[in-house]
Structure formats: structure tokens, C-alpha cells
């Protein structure tokens, strides 16, 4: 008698606990309020931005897409559909919301000066970048963002770095300041503070983003800003600099090297020099 109460209990949690499970899974492939379809240009054999890797594991594992990890990298299109196109990269064949997809045009030339999005060709990851060769405008050589600088403006191993790194054809998009496109720097106002932010997408009044530790999250596009690649900024201005997730204010400007689109700061105007790039320091803030 013991026995069989213990089985039918064991029968009725499983009954329970199932369906709650399933329910779980099922709610989460899309939490953002933004839509998956958005529309875009794509060819096949185009090269793109997506979280091809990170996405569908965290599906599968049905963690919570929000918290999860979601770093862009550089793939191919196989298959282009409406709401959800098919990557291919390593014979690696995976199917992606279209809202987690960033086009990189096939035969986009650059500038000495532009500000470009791509990714880091020598290692991975997107990243935005600023030109400082155009002698090949569609393989511009380029110097990133959002790699680790050296914090002395005069230290010797920007010599080597001011060279610069060459771009593939065909993997990059040239970013214009004022203008809402994959890749924009934002600031978003959540409360008190000014968080930061790549822009991925924009659909209505709403703009999807990845933020600080390759979080998406979705915002009300009047809480966003666009900071500008271009800014006027020079030695002594007074400006709010990227501190971990956000900006903040009380950073004095020292040293501009307009060739590789890095400042340097410091905090108070006091302390030790830091290195931020163009996209982490601002004065629309204020």
C-alpha cells in the first residue's frame, strides 16, 4: 500500500512539474518587446553580424534570454526568409531572427576618418573601428574601439597599433553620425544614469541593444540618445566617459588622437590618464 502511494505520488509530480517545464521553454525564444521580422536586405552569400552561436544554445537550454550572453560575430547568409534567415559558417547551418541579424553591404569603400562597424579580423567579435589607411578603399586598414589602448598616449606600442589592421572586402559598414543605424552608439536613461549601448536595431519607437557583458535589451527609442563618433572634443573639455555599463560625468580630457579615434582622461582632472575611444566619451550629456 506504501509502495503504490509512493508511485502515484511520484506519478501526479511528474504530471505537474512537466507541463510547467514545456510552458518555460515554449515563452522563451523571444522576451524583447521589439519584433523578429524585421525587414532587411540580405543576399545569399552575403556576410553578416549575428549571435549565431550563443543564441540557439541559449534556446536550447531554454535559459532566459535576457541575462544570457549574446556576442555578434561574423557569418554568412545560406537562405534568406521573412521573420528568420539561415546562417552558414564552418558548415555550421544555423536559422536567426532577423532582428539578430546586421547586414554588412558587399561593396562598401571607406575613408581615412570614417568610423566603421565590423569585427576584429584578427581575433572575433563586432566591433567598430575608425580608418586611418584608405590607400584600398574597400580593404581600408583600421584601428578598433573596443580593444584594450594603452592609457599613455606616448607609450611605443602605439606605433605599431596606429598602423592599423586591414578589412576583408565586403565586411564592414561605414556609420554616419545622426543616423540610426546597426551599430550607432547610444546612451539610454534608465533611472538616473546613462547607460551604454551598440544600437542593433530600430523599429518604430522602439530600439533594440546590446549593452554592457553582450546583454540584448529592448528601450523606448525618446530614452535613447545617439552619441556621436565626430564630436568636437579637444584637451581641457569637460566630458562623461564610459565607466563599466555607463557614462558618467567629471572626466577632464588631456590628450585627442584624432588618427586612431582615442581620448584620454582623467577623473576630476586628477589621477591616473585612461584611454577611452570616441564612442565612450561625450559632451551631448551634459
Request: proline share 6%.
Amino acid at each position: 500500500m506504501m509502495k503504490s502511494l509512493k508511485t502515484m505520488l511520484c506519478l501526479m509530480a511528474l504530471a505537474v512539474v512537466t507541463p510547467v517545464c514545456s510552458q518555460e521553454k515554449d515563452n522563451n525564444p523571444w522576451p524583447w518587446d521589439f519584433p523578429q521580422s524585421v525587414k532587411l536586405k540580405l543576399e545569399v552569400g552575403q556576410t553578416v553580424l549575428s549571435p549565431y552561436t550563443y543564441y540557439p544554445s541559449s534556446v536550447e537550454k531554454g535559459e532566459p534570454l535576457r541575462q544570457s550572453v549574446l556576442i555578434f560575430y561574423d557569418t554568412i547568409v545560406k537562405e534568406v526568409g521573412g521573420e528568420k534567415t539561415t546562417l552558414d559558417k564552418y558548415n555550421g547551418v544555423q536559422e536567426m531572427p532577423n532582428a539578430l541579424i546586421i547586414p554588412l553591404p558587399k561593396k562598401a569603400k571607406a575613408k581615412k576618418g570614417d568610423v566603421v562597424l565590423t569585427w576584429w579580423q584578427s581575433g572575433s567579435g563586432m566591433q567598430r573601428a575608425i580608418v586611418v589607411d584608405d590607400s584600398n578603399p574597400q580593404e581600408p586598414k583600421v584601428c578598433y574601439f573596443d580593444l584594450t589602448w594603452p592609457d599613455n598616449p606616448e607609450s611605443q606600442k602605439l606605433e605599431e597599433k596606429r598602423k592599423g589592421e586591414p578589412l576583408k572586402p565586403g565586411s564592414f559598414a561605414v556609420l554616419k553620425d545622426g543616423q540610426w543605424q546597426s551599430g550607432a552608439q547610444l546612451a539610454i536613461k534608465k533611472g538616473n544614469d546613462w547607460l551604454k549601448g551598440t544600437l542593433i536595431h530600430v523599429n518604430g519607437d522602439k530600439v533594440l541593444v546590446l549593452g554592457f557583458g553582450s546583454k540584448i535589451e529592448a528601450y523606448n527609442k525618446a530614452d535613447v540618445r545617439l552619441v556621436p563618433f565626430k564630436e568636437k572634443i579637444k584637451v581641457g573639455d569637460k566630458v562623461w566617459a564610459s565607466w563599466v555599463s555607463e557614462y558618467r560625468p567629471g572626466y577632464v580630457v588631456t590628450a585627442v588622437d584624432d588618427l586612431t579615434g582615442h581620448v584620454y582622461v582623467q577623473r576630476d582632472g586628477k589621477g591616473s590618464v585612461e584611454s577611452k575611444s570616441l564612442a565612450d566619451v561625450t559632451k551631448i550629456l551634459e
